[in-house]
């Protein structure tokens, strides 16, 4: 075996390293894998630009990345599904399956679930790494190994429109057309929802809104009036929408999706602001709007993976950039500064499609 194990580790704020580091060890109830694709996340862009996300703050050196794939290399004694030489897309979330949460399935909200890349809890942008093997989901030969990696950001958009009850002909506002406003939208359509009207501030984004099946996108300007935006939104989608997921999580964003939305309607808020924000509350309560949180996802990954593997969806439209390990500084600039109409970047620890039988 390769003893390289080029790794890349944020040791604090705008310091990102490329480092060697021990090949891991596994349990017996993990996987070692050989790291293909790892797709960079906002929270990797903001732990890089400001060392903390609200409580979780880096206090020692830290690998970077969690949306990831990867082929078993080595397989610990008491797993069953998995054999050397599978390619697999990687949960990246590992719950205690012990507490109250777990147990009702609800293990997002497990108090000590370990989670790639949240500190201190070590990423897997590295070439090979130790992971719990019942959170590794088999690829069937059909679907890439960088769709695989965008499994993850999908279980969110999966889980945003869980929450939300999204089902057959949901009119829906998607609020941000980033990875997760994205995906929210792919997932939605996947559930049979009707008319999707998506908003942002970037023109770029909304164009891959539209290919992706958004049926109406909306340009919010920057000095754009509240009332205005309702008013527009209503008129666009001939409605007021039944559903509204937040995936920007701005107090502007926020106030939109409780004030825009149908009485009797539900608001889900995935994107996550500042810790208080000022919002219409009452506006919402008084039309029985539901607001609810989404934390990640739960249960969603083979549903993320059917979705992707149904072929229905060209999820490869997400990723607009390809690096390879050795070049993740320029990888992380390209998302941080949003260059070149990047949605999202893709670092591949292994040359991109080597673990791809077919061509992509
Ligand atoms: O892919 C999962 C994911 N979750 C994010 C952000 C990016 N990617 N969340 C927002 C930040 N929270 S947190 O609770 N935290 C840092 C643990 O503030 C987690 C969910
Ligand atoms: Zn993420």
Redesign the pocket.
């Known amino acids: 075996m390769s003893t390289d194990n080029l790794t890349a580790i944020l040791y604090g704020v705008e310091d990102i390293r490329l480092e060697q580091q021990p090949i891991p060890t596994i349990r017996d109830d993990q996987v070692l894998l050989r790291m293909d694709s790892v797709g960079i996340?906002?929270?990797d862009v903001h732990y890089l630009v400001h060392g903390r996300i609200g409580d979780f703050i880096l206090k020692k050196p830290m690998v970077i990345g969690?949306?990831s794939s990867g082929i078993v290399h080595k397989v610990g004694k008491s797993v069953k599904h998995l054999k050397v030489g599978d390619r697999v897309a990687i949960e990246p979330g590992v719950p205690c399956r012990y507490c109250e949460n777990c147990k009702a399935g609800k293990y997002n909200l497990c108090p000590d679930m370990v989670f790639c890349a949240t500190p201190p809890v070590d990423g897997n942008l590295t070439r090979y790494y130790a992971h719990a093997a019942d959170f590794c989901f088999k690829l069937p030969d059909h679907v890439s190994m960088e769709e695989g990696s965008l499994l993850?950001?999908l279980a969110v958009g999966i889980h945003a429109c869980r929450r939300a009850y999204v089902g057959l002909g949901t009119r829906i506002l998607i609020l941000g057309a980033g990875p997760i406003g994205l995906s929210a939208l792919i997932a939605a359509r996947s559930m049979g929802a009707g008319n999707i009207i998506i908003t942002d501030i970037v023109q770029d984004r909304l164009d891959v809104a539209k290919e992706l099946g958004a049926t109406f996108t909306l340009v919010v300007p920057k000095d754009a009036s509240e009332s205005d935006m309702v008013k527009k939104v209503h008129e666009t989608l001939g409605c007021a929408p039944d559903v509204s997921i937040d995936c920007s999580g701005l107090e502007t964003t926020n106030r939109l999706a409780i004030l825009g939305t149908k009485s009797g309607g539900c608001v889900v808020i995935v994107g996550c602001g500042p810790s208080e924000v000022k919002v219409p509350l009452v506006m919402g309560l008084t039309r029985e709007i539901d607001i609810r949180g989404v934390f990640r996802y739960c249960n969603d990954y083979s549903s993320a993976l059917a979705l992707v593997a149904s072929g229905r969806f060209n999820v490869k439209k997400l990723v607009t950039h390809h690096f390879d390990i050795t070049e993740t500084k320029e990888a992380f600039d390209t998302a941080r500064y949003n260059r070149d109409g990047a949605i999202k970047v893709m670092i591949h620890c292994t040359p991109r499609n080597e673990n791809n039988p077919t061509p992509f």
């Open positions: 996340c906002g929270s969690h949306e993850e950001p």
